[in-house]
């Protein structure tokens, strides 16, 4: 069975970068699939910000412009969001996900 | 971007009987390999987002039959028959056909 599990700080002070890690078991980044980071915002809003591939191209929302990057570890079979230059409109709990698994998300709240 | 919209917002129900939800795009949802990206999810309280029907119609894996999707084009339809308990929470839509990937609003399913 594929699990995702995030981690990383709950709380980013404005204009500093978000850091989350995605740590899949049961299957093989490589092997196939969209890793995707998706946000939910309070009030219920939900944004999927990007993905990288199994072969490891990446494709992102331009809403985010150049704030965002997805990377790899395929020998921890790990992957990672980094957004840039948060704001508290970037308060939110991230979920990483294929389509069919995700994973139980972690609130980040940006605020100084 | 893709604009879902998805309706209605909160729909209540009576346990046993059977519930709706409507999910338009601004524009066609084919792609161009003739697939119709267009997915439900229902998120309970507490927990992530699950897929539950993927590509229109296709139920994923452990889903009761009494969830059916349909539609085409532009227009699409969740049906929840028999409405149990555990069915309660927030059923959303997602477009994966164009890029950014979009969400539907939400539509909250409770108890009449």
């Known amino acids: 069975e594929i699990q995702l599990q995030e981690s990383g700080p709950g709380l980013v002070k404005p204009s500093q970068s978000l850091s989350l890690t995605c740590s899949v078991t049961g299957y093989t980044i490589t092997s196939g699939y969209d890793w995707s980071w998706i946000r939910k915002f309070p009030g219920n809003k939900m944004e999927w910000m990007g993905y990288i591939s199994y072969s490891g191209s990446t494709n992102y929302n331009p809403s985010l412009k150049s704030r965002i990057s997805i990377t790899r570890d395929t020998s921890k079979n790990q992957f990672f969001l980094q957004l840039n230059s948060v704001t508290t409109e970037d308060t939110a709990t991230y979920y990483c996900a294929t389509l069919s698994y995700w994973g139980q998300g972690v609130m980040v709240t940006v605020s100084s | 971007d893709v604009v879902m919209t998805q309706t209605p917002v909160s729909l209540p129900v009576s346990l046993g009987g059977q519930a709706s939800i409507s999910c338009r795009s601004s524009?066609?949802?084919?792609?161009?390999?003739?697939?119709?990206?267009l997915h439900w999810y229902l998120q309970k309280p507490g927990q992530s987002p699950q897929l539950l029907i993927y590509r229109v119609s296709n139920r994923f894996s452990g889903v009761p039959d009494r969830f059916s999707g349909s539609g085409s084009g532009t227009d699409f339809t969740l049906k929840i028959s028999r409405v149990e308990p555990e069915d309660l929470g927030d059923y959303y839509c997602?477009?994966?056909?164009?890029?950014?990937?979009?969400f539907g609003g939400g539509t909250k399913l409770e108890l009449k």
């Open positions: 524009q066609s949802l084919v792609h161009s390999n003739g697939n119709t990206y």
């Open positions: 997602l477009q994966s056909t164009h890029f950014p990937w979009t």
